[in-house]
């Protein structure tokens, strides 16, 4: 079974499942790890993640690395697409990512990702689904520093094909 923190701690309380997810997303996303990523809000409606001013998130002039910031926009988007498709049934894989850069990112930001009114579902001529998301990273005084738009393929772990070992 793929890794599913998401799944796996769904009958958590809120309260408690902020902090279990945080560490196992940390552990299981590896390279996120030192970014100071941390999920602020985690519904199925609305994820918020709150980045911390670290030392591998800087750029060469102090605010967040360009980089860092599509990670932060990327991020979120992710685990909202994850609480729809769940990893154990769903491979889901980004296939856009583009980033408009508004200010330099300093001090502790945030980046924020609603569900669509309404999730599009599978149609019978196609094994896979495409749903595009729009993320906003604002700074502590709400101040727009980027918006990012991804875009994620959705298939079926049984329609994925794998190449021969």
């Given at each position: 079974?793929?890794?599913?923190?998401?799944?796996?701690?769904?009958?958590?309380?809120?309260k408690l499942r902020l902090p279990v997810l945080n560490t196992l997303l940390t552990i299981g996303i590896p390279f996120n790890k030192g970014l100071g990523l941390r999920l602020y809000e985690f519904t199925e409606k609305k994820v918020v993640v709150k980045s911390l001013p670290k030392r591998r998130r800087r750029n060469h002039v102090g605010g967040a690395h360009a980089?860092?910031?599509?990670?932060?926009?990327?991020?979120?988007?992710?685990?909202?697409?994850?609480?729809?498709?769940?990893?154990?049934?769903?491979?889901i894989i980004i296939g856009e990512l583009k980033v408009e850069y508004e200010k330099q990112g300093r001090g502790?930001?945030?980046s924020e990702v609603e569900a669509p009114a309404s999730w599009p579902d599978f149609d019978e001529q196609s094994d896979d689904l495409w749903?595009?998301?729009?993320?906003?990273?604002?700074?502590?005084?709400r101040e727009i520093v980027a918006r990012v738009e991804t875009r994620w393929q959705i298939k079926p772990w049984s329609k994925v094909r794998k190449k021969p070992s």
């Amino acid at each position: 079974m793929p890794f599913d923190p998401v799944s796996q701690t769904k009958h958590l309380s809120p309260k408690l499942r902020l902090p279990v997810l945080n560490t196992l997303l940390t552990i299981g996303i590896p390279f996120n790890k030192g970014l100071g990523l941390r999920l602020y809000e985690f519904t199925e409606k609305k994820v918020v993640v709150k980045s911390l001013p670290k030392r591998r998130r800087r750029n060469h002039v102090g605010g967040a690395h360009a980089c860092a910031l599509a990670l932060l926009g990327e991020y979120p988007a992710g685990l909202l697409v994850a609480q729809q498709f769940p990893f154990s049934d769903y491979r889901i894989i980004i296939g856009e990512l583009k980033v408009e850069y508004e200010k330099q990112g300093r001090g502790i930001l945030f980046s924020e990702v609603e569900a669509p009114a309404s999730w599009p579902d599978f149609d019978e001529q196609s094994d896979d689904l495409w749903i595009p998301l729009k993320t906003t990273i604002y700074n502590e005084k709400r101040e727009i520093v980027a918006r990012v738009e991804t875009r994620w393929q959705i298939k079926p772990w049984s329609k994925v094909r794998k190449k021969p070992s």
